[in-house]
C-alpha cells in the first residue's frame, strides 16, 4: 500500500506545479490598423416646379451620369446609382439635396419637354455644403424633339433599370440618361430633324448602338431597344489555366533568340497563341 502512495504523491505535485501561474494568463494585444477615410462633402437645390410637366434633374461628373430624379407638382421618382441623394416637394417646390459626396466637379442638368436645360456647375468640397440657385425652367422658342424608349433583356425580356445610355446627334453633342425602375428612358429637346446614335454599354451585355431617325417638330419618338447577354465565361479548375472567355494578363516572355514579345504587340493583329518549345534533344 505504501509503494502505491508514493506514486500518487508525485502526480498530485506534478499537477499543482503544471497549474501555477494559470490564474492569470498573459492577455494578448491586437494592434488595430487605422481605417483611412475619404472627407465627403454635400450640395442641395431647389426647383420651380410646373404643373402637367415632368422636370428631369441629372447628376454628372467627367461626363458620366450618376443619379437621376424625375419631379412632378405632387412626387418625385429617383433612379440613381448613388444612395446619398435624397428629394422631395412641397407646396410647387422640388427639392435635391446630395449627401456624403466624394470631393470633385459635378454638374446638375435641369431640364423639361418644351423648356430651356439648365446645367449648374459645383464643386463639391470635403466638409462643406453647397446650395445652388433656384432654378426656374423658361419654355423653348424653337422647335425641339423627344426620344423614349424601354430597354430589355433579348433573352428573358425583362425590363433593365439603372442603365446609363448616350445619345450624340450630328454636331457631336452627347445626351445622357438613365433607365427607370421599369426601363423607361426618355432624351428632352433634341434636334429636329436630324439622325442620331444611341449608345449602350451595360456590364454583362454586348454593346449596343441604334440609329435613331430624324425626329420631327414637338414630336415623340418611341423605341423598344434589347440588350443580348453575354456568354457565361466556363471556369476551369483551379491550376488548370485561364477560364474560357477569361482575359489573359498583360506578360513579356523570349523567343529562341531571346528577343522579348508582349502580348498586346500580337492582339491588335487577331487571335494569339501561345506555344512552349523545350528545345531538341
Not at 446614335?197 to 456590364?203: E, F, K
Not at 498586346?264 to 506555344?275: E, K, P
Amino acid at each position: 500500500m505504501k509503494q502505491l502512495l508514493a506514486p500518487l504523491a508525485l502526480t498530485l505535485l506534478l499537477f499543482t506545479a503544471l497549474s501555477c501561474g494559470t490564474e492569470n494568463p498573459v492577455e494578448e494585444t491586437v494592434e488595430t490598423l487605422p481605417i483611412d477615410t475619404i472627407a465627403t462633402g454635400s450640395f442641395s437645390g431647389n426647383i420651380e416646379l410646373i404643373d402637367g410637366v415632368t422636370i428631369y434633374v441629372r447628376l454628372l461628373k467627367a461626363g458620366q451620369i450618376l443619379a437621376q430624379a424625375e419631379f412632378v407638382m405632387h412626387g418625385v421618382k429617383v433612379t440613381s446609382t448613388n444612395a446619398n441623394i435624397h428629394t422631395s416637394t412641397r407646396q410647387g417646390v422640388g427639392s435635391y439635396h446630395l449627401k456624403e459626396t466624394e470631393p470633385g466637379d459635378y454638374t446638375v442638368q435641369i431640364s423639361a419637354k418644351g423648356y430651356q436645360t439648365t446645367e449648374l456647375n459645383v464643386a463639391v468640397i470635403p466638409e462643406q455644403r453647397v446650395t445652388l440657385d433656384k432654378v426656374t425652367l423658361v419654355a423653348l422658342e424653337t422647335p425641339v424633339s423627344h426620344l423614349r424608349g424601354v430597354l430589355t433583356n433579348e433573352t428573358t425580356g425583362e425590363v433593365l433599370g439603372g442603365v446609363s445610355l448616350q445619345l450624340t446627334d450630328n454636331a457631336g453633342n452627347i445626351y445622357e440618361t438613365l433607365t427607370t425602375a421599369a426601363g423607361v428612358f426618355t432624351f428632352e429637346n433634341l434636334p429636329v430633324q436630324q439622325s442620331m446614335a444611341l449608345m449602350i454599354a451595360h456590364a454583362d451585355y454586348e454593346d449596343k448602338e441604334v440609329a435613331v431617325d430624324p425626329i420631327p417638330a414637338d414630336e415623340t419618338l418611341e423605341l423598344t431597344v434589347k440588350l443580348t447577354p453575354l456568354p457565361e465565361v466556363e471556369r476551369l479548375p483551379p491550376g488548370q489555366g485561364l477560364s474560357i472567355g477569361s482575359q489573359a494578363p498583360e506578360f513579356a516572355l523570349p523567343d529562341s533568340n531571346g528577343k522579348a514579345h508582349t502580348l498586346n504587340d500580337y492582339t491588335a493583329d487577331g487571335n494569339v497563341v501561345l506555344i512552349f518549345y523545350r528545345g531538341g534533344w
